[in-house]
């Protein structure tokens, strides 16, 4: 789960998960809220017609780093650019995947370069401000974004 | 830690200090520009421990510096100064920020607020219209890889020689809009892509065009310098490098992260990441921030194109007949080599603001001839219902704050609070009452930015110029406001 938490120039998000993979997925859903959804009232309400859900298309991202915080935001700023950039309208996380390279990558669900899906608002980047990913039998970790 | 200590020692009515003892590991003591009133607060925000993690960083001379509109941020506070030593410090992107340049620029007119009273909606509406604001904005201006590469070497020279500016409008901007230096060949594809659409648009957030009036003159010599009277229409731009700057300062706050393990630098926050100044790493993120200032100042400047063409339609005058002319430009996002005296010692010291203007004083040799005598021109806007101002730098600001001074209003309210306590309101209307016209294409930028999300910007200017860090000149209050 995720909660968007007070912060004063930016946003702010504290993510939950029972595992790693979760945890990614979930910081994705966070951002996929942010960008298409209201996320004062955690409205991710399906805004797509029916008929737009033919045109989804499946595509992946990848981000690399020395340790999970480093992946983690590095994950979270390669899904930012695959959507402020490469028109990418997400609709779903599909899967998350480490591999022994210090590597992780993401299947999303979405659509591409429909210019009449807008989004809410631009999102700079998730920072590394005060990352710490605390794990055990619950993930924890909060992640700043500079809007 | 004595406990009983006061967390900050009050030095003069305008300046704290915070102990060097803070928190382990600060080389340096800490050191805020702020009223007595501003204290709480900024005690509150707890903001005074990311001024002294700040002051842990190798390299740091003097202190860890604060400003009054100083606010929590991620790694450095906004509102933070920080002087390293270039042999022996650091540069950090999180010191300059990932709106690299965002800064502010002032047009003057000849035209009076109460002549065209009755024209600021249409007027408003004219440069909602003509100049590219909101999210996913794309801007009219189509960049060839060479031309790309042009705007990132010469910055706003490269909007002059397009004929879409004057040439004088380079002498009255900082650094006369280029930082000399920035290599696009260290620029990637990625940056490039990211704001290869978007060179002549305003942004979203907090970023603005504004039409105000000169309501109030402190200091008539100086306004009469920097060409300003009262009643008078002046224009204020807002904005950044767009998305090309957040792009350059992710990737290069990933590359400071590997940096940090490899020159065995111990930081108290990631955001913090930074190598040494001379350094493979700190030199190829110093050019690439150059791109990204020279890509704000021709943005800036490109938008000014576009405004002074709107106000030309609509007048059905020229731009020069109604002497929409550059007052000044401002960055306060960046790092820069600049020359002070620290104890009596010549140096050269690399300079991080991170939401904090330049103040030079009158005889700088970098003021044009105008502005010699009067010291630079500040501009410091505040929050779309209250005021903004015009400061001049002062010879004091070099003495006690790296030649710096505050770069705005400062939030005191999250985005999320803000939201919550305008409910359904509808802001536009409510400052209409007050005179404002506003349009905005966003959905809940009105709500994120209303006024009483900001300090005080009569506090914060009161504070700096209490301070003796720039000097009042003139408060200017928005006629006309375009947001993203």
């Known amino acids: 789960m995720f909660r968007f938490v007070e912060h004063q120039a930016d946003i702010a998000v504290e ?19 942010l960008l298409t959804g209201d996320p004062d009232n955690r409205d991710t309400s399906d805004k797509i017609e029916e008929n737009l859900k033919d045109l989804q298309q499946n595509t992946s991202i990848k981000a690399n780093g020395f340790d999970d915080e480093e992946r983690l935001i590095g994950l979270m700023n390669e899904f930012l650019y695959l959507c402020q950039v490469k028109g990418f309208y997400p609709r779903k996380t599909d899967q998350i995947a480490f591999n022994d390279q210090g590597g992780v990558s993401a299947d999303l669900t979405g659509i591409f370069d429909r210019h009449d899906l807008q989004f809410l608002r631009e999102i700079k980047a998730a920072t590394y401000h005060d990352i710490i990913i605390r794990s055990g039998k619950v993930w924890k970790v909060k992640v700043v974004m500079d809007v | 830690m004595d406990k009983e200590k006061p967390l900050l020692e009050q030095i003069t009515p305008y300046r704290w200090r915070l102990s060097q003892d803070y928190i382990p590991g600060m080389r340096v003591p800490g050191e805020i520009i702020a009223s007595e009133k501003m204290i709480p607060r900024i005690i509150s925000d707890n903001t005074p421990k990311q ?306 203007t330049r103040a030079c004083g009158p ?28 400061l001049a730098g002062t010879s004091e600001a070099a003495e006690i704050s790296f030649s710096s001074t505050c770069h705005g209003a400062g939030r005191i309210m999250s985005r999320k609070a803000a939201v919550k306590a305008t409910g359904r309101e509808n802001i536009a209307n409510k400052l209409k009452q007050r005179g404002i016209y506003v349009r905005s294409r966003g959905r809940w930028t009105l709500n994120e930015e209303i006024p009483e999300a900001y300090k005080d910007v009569n506090e914060v200017v009161d504070a700096v ?7 009042k000149v003139a408060r200017l209050k928005p006629l006309g406001t375009v947001k993203g």
Not at chain 2, 75 to 83: L, S, T
Not at chain 2, 465 to 471: C, E, F, L, N, V
Request: aromatic fraction near 8%; proline fraction near 3%; charged fraction near 20%.
């Open chain 2, 51 to 356: 001024v002294a993690n700040v002051a842990t960083l190798p390299g740091i001379v003097g202190a860890s510096m604060a400003m009054p509109d100083i606010h929590w941020g991620y790694g450095f506070p906004i509102g933070g100064v920080a002087a390293f030593d270039p042999d022996e410090g650091i540069i950090s992107p999180g010191g300059v920020g990932y709106d690299i340049n965002c800064g502010v620029s002032l047009l003057r007119s000849n035209l009076l607020a109460n002549e065209i009273k009755r024209d600021i909606p249409k007027l408003t509406d004219a440069l909602f219209n003509q100049v590219p604001c909101g999210v996913g904005s794309e801007g009219k201006i189509k960049l060839s890889s060479q031309d790309f590469k042009q705007v990132l070497e010469r910055g706003a020279g490269w909007v002059v020689n397009q004929g879409m500016a004057d040439a004088e409008d380079l002498e009255f901007m900082e650094e006369k809009g280029a930082l000399s230096g920035g290599d696009a060949a260290l620029v990637s594809d990625r940056a490039r892509e990211r704001g290869g659409k978007q060179l002549g648009t305003l942004g979203s957030g907090n970023h603005f065009l504004e039409i105000q009036e000169v309501k109030e003159v402190f200091d008539q010599d100086i306004a009469e310098l920097f060409g300003l009277h009262t009643g008078q229409v002046v224009i204020m731009i807002h904005s950044g490098s767009r998305g090309f700057g957040h792009q350059v300062c992710d990737e290069h706050l990933k590359i400071m992260q590997g940096a940090v393990r490899k020159h065995g630098i111990e930081l108290v926050d990631r955001q913090l990441a930074c190598a040494p100044f001379k350094s493979s790493e700190g030199q190829n993120y110093f050019s690439a921030m150059k791109c990204a200032a020279n890509y704000a100042w021709a943005n800036r400047l490109a938008m000014i194109g576009l405004i002074r063409q709107a106000f030309a339609d609509y007048f059905r005058k020229s731009w020069q007949d109604l002497n929409l002319t550059m007052v000044w430009d401002v960055c306060h996002n960046i790092a820069k080599v600049e020359d002070f005296n620290i104890n009596r010692k010549a140096m050269k010291l690399c300079i991080h603001r991170k939401g904090a």
């Open chain 2, 465 to 471: 110029d209490g301070a003796g860090i720039s000097k």
């Open chain 2, 363 to 390: 005889d700088h040799p970098s003021l044009p001839i105008r502005y010699r005598s009067s010291g630079q021109p500040i501009l410091i806007p505040g929050d779309m219902g209250r005021a903004s101002y015009v």
């Open chain 1, 15 to 33: 993510l939950e998960a029972g595992s790693r993979e979760e945890l990614f997925q979930t910081a994705l859903d966070a951002l996929t809220a």
